[in-house]
């Protein structure tokens, strides 16, 4: 059991020496959460996620969660990429336990900040909605398009495969007085569903 501990340990310091501190990325993202309304506590943490700007830190990284991981999916989304990894030992992350992991690979974006970038956050549909129903439900309880503070980027990532629409509202912070480059996705299933609907 020590020996598990101890190799668990070794295994998130190595984390944070790629992706930086976990603590530090909470902050940012609690920062977020506080100033779009949200309330973490009320909505499952789905993934964090890690970008960075060159294929061989891809490379790099992905050998790195492969130590402390499984790969649990990896997909072609707009012609890269992503894998999906699930921890051995969740990550307490914003008063959950998180176990996935999401590493896109670069596909051109320079990152002003590499390592730690985003959570995804499960928003859920209400029965009979659709894509559309759920956007405007989002923007409307959440008060998002009013929030001279946000900025909002909505999408819908292709997967090849996927039977279920995902549509994501990517929520940043608009003041550079702000210093803070990270996001916080809503989504209405998390990845699990999402995986299984491709069966």
């Known amino acids: 059991m020590d020996e598990i501990i101890a190799e668990n340990a070794k295994f998130f310091e190595k984390m944070t020496a790629c992706f930086g501190d976990l603590s530090q990325f909470e902050q940012k993202i609690q920062q977020i959460a506080d100033i779009a309304g949200i309330d973490l506590s009320l909505y499952q943490i789905d993934h964090l996620a890690v970008r960075m700007n060159e294929q061989h830190t891809a490379e790099q990284w992905k050998s790195l969660l492969l130590e402390g991981a499984n790969l649990s999916k990896e997909s072609e989304v707009n012609g890269r990429p992503i894998g999906l990894f699930t921890l051995d030992q969740a990550v307490k992350f ?106």
């Open 94 to 199: 914003c008063g959950q336990f998180v176990k996935l992991v999401e590493l896109p690979f670069p596909k051109g974006k320079v990152y002003p900040e590499e390592g730690w970038e985003h959570i995804e956050v499960v928003f859920p549909f209400l029965e009979g909605e659709n894509t559309e129903q759920w956007v405007e439900r989002a923007l409307s309880y959440f008060n998002l398009s009013e929030n001279p503070d946000t900025k909002l980027k909505i999408s819908q990532p292709q997967v090849e495969g996927e039977r279920l629409p995902n549509p994501s509202i990517a929520i940043t912070l608009r003041n550079v007085t702000f210093c803070n480059p990270c996001c916080l996705k809503l989504h209405p299933y998390d990845i699990n569903s999402i995986i299984m609907s491709e069966m």
